[in-house]
């Protein structure tokens, strides 16, 4: 089979699923023909050739494949007899079966649990379910437990089920090794956000007055298996710097302002939680603290270069305070600098060091305003380098 080392990714971002296949059991016959993968299984029962064969599309779209990947894992079964997921957000099911149907799985059927069966909440969700994924409901189950409605994606399809757990494992050792785009596997880790994660903001008060403080923003990962928990920590080390630290079955990791940025501004984390990420960064507009200043050099400067006299002159601060402030923000990788003489025609001409605004810089003020939906901010002008 093909190695992690060698995933093909075409040049429109799909995912070529045959550079996939490092970890699909041996007893398979693959063919590899064109637009289809074709997988074939053969045993005997009493002396009697039995087979089973099931065709796969073998190009999908990169990014929402990687998120799938990552929801699976999360919350879909890891038993080798059907697909199977689960999960009480109907958006996430609906990610599931697009990627389904590109695959070539058109027969979904779904199942529901919940603590009032004859509810009008459990009606409309339903609907809603199957308008969003085009499977049918086919039971419904009682279930004390299920304070929302719990639904099952189910797809009985063995070859199938074997052969998307054989993938997310490839793809996830491949991240692993540090060989897969960001961007691929910043969507994977969103997936396993949505299903997995949790995110904690601790916000308190000032004893000094009502002004709203954060004490630590928290990611936490609940995972059983202790081979992908173990891969887990060893992506978002290799791609985010982040750390997370095991406490049985859950691993967490406290993000600093900056990390919470770039997962941010590379849609790591996931809607869901845009109400605790958007309380955090006005704590920290208010203190003018990163964002601000990011935004504010942003407008002032856009891709153009300019001197720490200059920025303190849009920050408000001293020389001293935006030199620091500056060196800050070159050491997370928002800002580059180099030294420059102001006139080249002079011998003795003063040397002064000049910044620049990443592109780093950019995609975080990119991202910033679909947290702050109010006029004040949305009308806020930026300038974005092509």
């Not at 990014?63 to 999960?87: I, P, Q």
């Not at 339903?126 to 189910?154: C, H, Q, S």
């Not at 580059?336 to 950019?362: C, V």
């Not at 679909?370 to 092509?386: A, K, L, V």
Request: net charge positive; aromatic share 12%; charged share 30%.
């Amino acid at each position: 089979m093909t190695p992690a080392s060698k995933i093909i990714i075409t040049p429109d971002g799909k995912i070529d699923l045959s550079s996939l296949l490092g970890d699909l059991p041996s007893e398979f016959h693959v063919e590899v023909d064109g637009e289809y993968i074709t997988l074939t299984k053969i045993w005997y029962l009493r002396g009697v050739e039995r087979k089973c064969e099931t065709t796969i599309r073998r190009y999908v779209d990169g990014d929402l494949f990687s998120e799938f990947l990552g929801l699976y894992v999360a919350d879909g079964s890891k038993k080798l007899d059907r697909m199977r997921f689960s999960n009480s957000n109907i958006r996430y099911h609906k990610k599931v079966a697009d990627v389904l149907k590109q695959l070539g799985a058109n027969e979904l059927v779904a199942y529901v649990y919940y603590s009032n069966p004859d509810s009008q909440e459990l009606k409309e969700a339903t609907i809603r379910f199957e308008a969003l994924t085009g499977a049918e409901v086919r039971g419904f189950y009682l279930d004390e437990r299920a304070r929302t409605p719990l639904f099952e994606l189910d797809v009985y399809n063995k070859l199938l089920a074997m052969f998307v757990l054989a993938v997310e494992k490839t793809f996830r050792k491949a991240a692993v090794a540090g060989r897969l785009p960001k961007k691929l596997v910043a969507r994977y880790l969103r997936g396993v956000t949505e299903g997995d994660g949790n995110i904690r903001i601790r916000i308190g008060k000032v004893k000094r007055g009502e002004e709203e403080k954060a004490g630590g923003f928290y990611l936490r990962i609940s995972e059983k298996n202790k081979e992908i928990a173990e891969d887990f920590i060893k992506i978002l080390q290799k791609y985010y710097g982040v750390k997370l630290h095991s406490y049985g079955y859950d691993h967490v990791a406290t993000l600093s302002l900056w990390r919470l940025l770039e997962l941010l501004s590379d849609e790591v984390l996931p809607e869901k939680y845009a109400d605790k990420i958007r309380r955090r960064l006005l704590i920290a507009f208010r203190r003018k603290n990163v964002p601000w200043m990011l935004l504010r050099l942003v407008r002032a400067f856009g891709d153009n270069t300019f001197t720490v006299f200059e920025a303190s002159e849009v920050l408000g601060k001293s020389r001293n305070h935006a030199r620091n402030s500056l060196r800050k923000l070159e050491s997370m990788g928002y800002l580059k600098s180099w030294k420059q003489k102001i006139s080249q025609k002079r011998d003795g001409t003063p040397i002064r060091r000049l910044f620049k605004l990443t592109r780093k810089a950019f995609r975080v003020t990119r991202a910033l305003p679909s947290f702050f939906p109010s006029p004040s901010f949305s009308s806020f002008p930026f300038y974005y380098p092509h």
